[in-house]
């Protein structure tokens, strides 16, 4: 009898890690779903950590995956992706499966700013962006309406529209945050399986179009709509060869005043959409099953 394959997948809460363990479990695999406190889920066992930033969670982490004897291990929270592409290389010299980047590439997602600097190096399209105070020589040449967002954060959380001169009292984290020209065009969710292998194939690509936002011009996608929009797939993929991604990817794209599409940012993992794309999870199982470890 051929014995079932354990996962982990963390983040079991989050629409990203919902989506996975759904995925796995209806191709077969036995689930084993972490989160940072008790959630509502579908995996076959279930078991809470610390957070990401917790001293405790690395060694907690390597716990798990002996203990547990996990073949495949599948990462969704943002905050511990840095770390788990530091350790990925030892884990899988253990014969665990990892499917993302190199650290060096993860962390350049990781932080917004680095993101932008390093995809602007490359010649892709992104917004005009600074850092610094609201009133610095770098920031205001920006303009209005222009954006402010946390250098390291998920997704559209903290992501604030200025329309205008806010008011004096109003106090911004510096370096902290990262400005941007305001993209008032269509806004796409693109989602990547990228095979870590010299020619980086596609595995498979998805498009869908962000049709309401949580915050109206900003936030998280409540509905989305497949689309092909072969500029929108090219701008990702272009992306992603420039910093060397392999792996799941979701990254945010939006068009300006004159249709121009631009790389807001990058995720180097599943996306919240991943549900709706199912051909992300079988390019994954597909190289699962060929017996190659690296992502």
């Not at 930033?53 to 982490?61: G, N």
């Not at 253990?94 to 650290?103: D, K, L, T």
């Not at 222009?146 to 954060?153: D, L, N």
């Not at 060397?244 to 631009?262: E, F, Y």
């Amino acid at each position: 009898m051929t014995k079932i394959k354990n996962v982990l997948v963390t983040g079991a809460g989050g629409p990203s890690g919902k989506a996975a363990i759904q995925a796995l479990k209806s191709k077969g695999f036995r689930v084993i779903a972490v989160d940072m406190t008790p959630v509502d889920h579908c995996a076959d066992a279930f078991i809470l950590v610390p957070p990401a930033h917790d001293p405790e969670f690395p060694e907690q982490l390597d716990e798990l995956l002996l203990t547990h004897e996990i073949a495949w291990f599948f990462p969704t929270v943002q905050e511990e992706l840095v770390l788990v592409a530091e350790r990925a290389a030892a884990y899988r010299d253990q014969g665990i499966a990892v499917y993302m980047a190199n650290p060096a590439a993860v962390a350049i997602c990781n932080d917004k700013w680095l993101t932008v600097q390093s995809l602007m190096a490359a010649g892709i399209a992104v917004p005009r962006s600074a850092i610094g105070d609201r009133d610095s020589a770098d920031v205001t040449p920006l303009g209005f309406p222009r954006i402010s967002k946390p250098r390291i954060g998920r997704g559209g959380r903290q992501v604030v529209v200025h329309d205008g001169p806010d008011r004096p009292d109003m106090e911004y984290a510096g370096n902290n945050l990262v400005w941007q020209e305001f993209m008032p065009g269509t806004e796409y969710d693109v989602l990547l399986m990228i095979q870590p292998d010299q020619q980086m194939k596609t595995m498979a690509a998805t498009v869908f179009e962000k049709t309401l936002l949580r915050e109206g011009r900003t936030g998280n996608a409540l509905e989305v709509a497949r689309v092909t929009v072969p500029d929108v797939c090219n701008l990702a993929l272009s992306a992603a060869r420039a910093l060397k991604l392999v792996g799941p990817l979701d990254m945010d794209i939006r068009r300006d005043s004159n249709g121009v599409a631009h790389i807001l940012e990058i995720n180097a993992r599943i996306g919240a959409n991943t549900h709706k794309a199912p051909e992300i999870f079988d390019a994954l199982v597909e190289l699962y099953e060929t017996g190659d470890l690296v992502g």
